[in-house]
């Protein structure tokens, strides 16, 4: 007799449906999945903390439907007056600093400490295939679990560097259902850490050591933009290189010139594998909020950040309208077609597409 194959990637006989299962049930299940909540009723939900509500919510801003976005609307408004209460905090780092163990462990100690946290990551999206994986929370195993923390990973799609669409209208809702703690996770190194860095009040750069930096240009415009810098994965056989590595940023942060906040910008040391470090960091965290709070630079801040975002919306809002105008789709296909057959230029073309008149 052969012996079986026991490696996890055999395929194995699908587990049938039990012939007990109560059709009536799985139809009741279905129809209140289908029921549609009026917006007064979601906004209710959402101040008393239902996360269920508060996850409708999100998909009907993120949604691109024009019905969705008139109720999304309704709902941003009457959240509003209850929103702008918690720490909006941005972290991010290239791919393998560890920034999602980093979150569960960080978020664990909040949680525990009697904040609700929650963490807003973004996903790159495929730019082929558009698609997106969203595993953020199956890297995130315990905190996904803890009834304090609320985990919305979302698909970046055509977002400019890969920060959602509708990512500033998220922070308002869950700010709304009481959460203390705004987390933003960012793809990785490129333009998201602009964009994250005008929606919040803190920005945590995390960084390895020994690990190199060719991209300097890069490499100089996050760090400008960082409140903390923490270098990861500072231990075992890496403390002593995680040391050498702080000397060296402490020291190139003192060439950078002041920010607006008067901060001087921090650089600390972590490991979230052995949850050394991390109280530090939320300590850092609280002395920023209450030295900017102090200086009026923190409310000043989001004023500021209010009115960037007024402008990002009116712009991407034109561009919308712009290209689903009829008029526009039809001369567009055209401009196309010249453009292929070597008979304009993209700047003639896109000049007449301006001029055309509704």
């Not at 990637?9 to 139809?27: M, R, Y």
């Not at 941005?90 to 999602?100: F, L, R």
């Not at 500072?234 to 607006?260: C, M, S, T, W």
Request: one cysteine or more.
């Amino acid at each position: 007799m052969a012996k079986k194959n026991k490696s996890a990637l055999q395929e194995k006989e699908g587990v049938s449906s039990f012939e007990t299962t109560n059709k009536a049930s799985i139809a009741a299940i279905k129809q209140k999945r289908k029921t549609k909540l009026d917006s007064n009723s979601l906004v209710t939900s959402i101040l008393n903390q239902d996360i269920t509500a508060l996850s409708r919510a999100i998909t009907l801003v993120e949604s691109k439907n024009t019905t969705h976005k008139a109720q999304a609307n309704t709902i941003l408004k009457a959240c509003l007056p209850h929103a702008n209460k918690s720490v909006r905090i941005g972290i991010t780092g290239v791919p393998g600093v560890g920034k999602s163990t980093f979150i569960e462990v960080f978020g664990k100690d909040l949680t525990a400490q009697g904040k609700r946290v929650a963490v807003l990551a973004i996903d790159p999206s495929s730019s082929i295939t558009k698609g997106s994986i969203l595993g953020d929370k199956t890297r995130m195993e315990a905190l996904v679990k803890d009834d304090n923390a609320f985990i919305r990973p979302s698909a970046s799609g055509d977002s400019l560097g890969g920060v959602a669409r509708k990512t500033r209208e998220t922070i308002i809702l869950c700010e709304s259902a009481g959460f203390d703690v705004i987390i933003i996770e960012t793809v990785g190194v490129g333009q998201s850490e602009t964009t994250v860095h005008s929606m919040v009040d803190f920005f945590l750069l995390l960084k390895l050591a020994g690990a190199g930096d060719e991209l300097q240009g890069i490499k100089r415009g996050i760090i400008e933009m960082a409140d903390t810098i923490a270098i990861n994965k500072a231990d075992g056989n890496n403390i002593k290189q995680a040391k050498l590595a702080q000397v060296e940023f402490k020291r190139a942060l003192h060439l950078y010139p002041e920010k607006a906040s008067q901060w001087q910008p921090k650089v600390t040391l972590c490991s979230a594998l052995e949850n050394q470090g991390i109280e530090d960091i939320w300590n850092i965290i609280l002395d920023y909020v209450s030295t900017t709070t102090k200086s009026n630079y923190f409310q000043n801040n989001r004023l500021q950040q209010n009115t960037f975002w007024l402008i990002q919306t009116v712009e991407n809002q034109l561009k919308s309208n712009f290209f689903s105008t009829p008029k526009i789709k039809k001369a567009l296909k055209e401009q196309i077609k010249l453009l292929e057959n070597n008979k304009t230029t993209p700047f003639a073309a896109a000049d007449y597409l301006l001029s055309i008149k509704d």
